[in-house]
Each structure stands twice: as C-alpha cells, then as structure tokens.
C-alpha cells in the first residue's frame, strides 16, 4: 500500500499523466522498488510438486568475512535459506548464532520474527525451473514483549543490514539445492567445499552434475543484481 500512494505522488509532482519523460517514469519506478539483492537460479530440468511429503531447500552463504569456510554459524557470513513443502514456504538468514525468519510465530532465544525477509519463488518455464529471491536490504521486526528480547533483535537487524549491504559482485559464495521426501532425493551445489572466487554476477554450472538417484535439482545458471 505505502509503495503504491507514494508512486502516485510522485507521478503527480512529476507530471507523469501525460507528459513526463522516460527519465522521470524511470526514477518513479525506481523509487517504488524495495532496496536490495535480486538472485535467480535457473535448473536444467523441472523440480517436481511437493504431494507425498517432499520439499524443495535452496541455500546461499555469502562469505563475507573471506574465511575460504562454509561453516553455518560462523561470524561475519550471512546465511539464507527458502524451505518450500506442500504447505508453506518459509525465509531465513542466519548470522552467527542468531536467526531472522519471515515466520512470525517462530520465536525463541535465538530466532527472531521479521515482517518481511524477503520474496521467494519457485516457478516452471519450459519444462524447467526457476528459483528467484528479492532479499531486502531492510527488515522490520515483529514487536517483542521484552525490552531484553527487543534489544538483541535490534542488534541483529543492526548487523544484518550492515552485512547484506556489503554483498558485492564479487563476494564470494557457495550455494546449495535439494529436493527430497519419501524416496526422492536430488540435490546440487556451486562452491560446495570453498565458496567461489571471482564474480558472482552470473555463474553456470555443468550440467548432470547433481548428487542423487534423479536429476530433479541440476543448476543451470545463478545470475545476482542489485537495486
């Protein structure tokens, strides 16, 4: 709601209905935009539904403090994670010992609930399927009833948003996929062992190099941008 009105208001102060310039319509679009990370995985096949218990997992650790490790926990790194089954679809980054999740109704000493982490999707196209997610460079938090609990939420919204704004094109990453339940089990990995070197702004990866009795999860492609 708040990005439509505030469109609105600047095509009226733009002039936009009717005579404004393709620079101004841009700048309008811009401004409606969330600020933030842009991923896409593209796979060489399609991910099956998600019927008979099975779920799809994809996983980015950014290794921001250049350790060479793809440890979960480890300071300094930012870790997401989408979980999609036949029945929700959930968000998560991890920071050291801390979680932030779109989940409202997760909630512990260590888990703390967002509005918004971001926007994930998995879509098919051509028989194959695409994996995007719009990770937001902000978050707001779901209000705790401790002030206690409330300043070690801030702190860790503090450091994520000081983290993910560091996220560069040449951040080095590792990156993983699965797709399993009853039976199935299907999964592939970029910079698996050590995270990448070098751009990250469009990775491919071989085809049929996936782990599993079926090639459901194969990356084709992993392309980044940035608004």
Known sequence: MFKKKLSVVMLASLGLFGCGSDDDKKAVEEIAKPAGLNVQVEFYNEIPSFENRRAFR???????????????YEEGDL????????????????????????????????????????????????????????????????????????????????????LVKSINGNTPISIRAFYWGNGVNSGDYIGRNVPTQGSILSIHDSKDDYEGDFNYVDIDSVTFTFN
């Open 58 to 72: 994809i996983e980015f650790l950014f290794d921001l403090n250049n350790s060479g490790d793809v440890n979960l």
């Open 79 to 162: 870790f997401f994670t989408t979980i999609i089954d036949e029945n929700e679809k959930e968000n998560f980054v991890s920071i050291g010992k801390y979680r932030l999740t779109d989940e409202a109704e997760i909630g512990s000493e260590l888990n703390f609930p967002v509005k918004t982490l971001g926007y994930s999707n998995l879509s098919k196209k051509d028989g194959k399927s695409v994996f995007t997610f719009k990770i937001l460079n902000e978050l707001e938090l779901v209000e705790s009833d401790s002030s206690e609990r409330k300043e070690k939420m801030d702190t860790t919204v503090s450091e994520y948003e000081r």
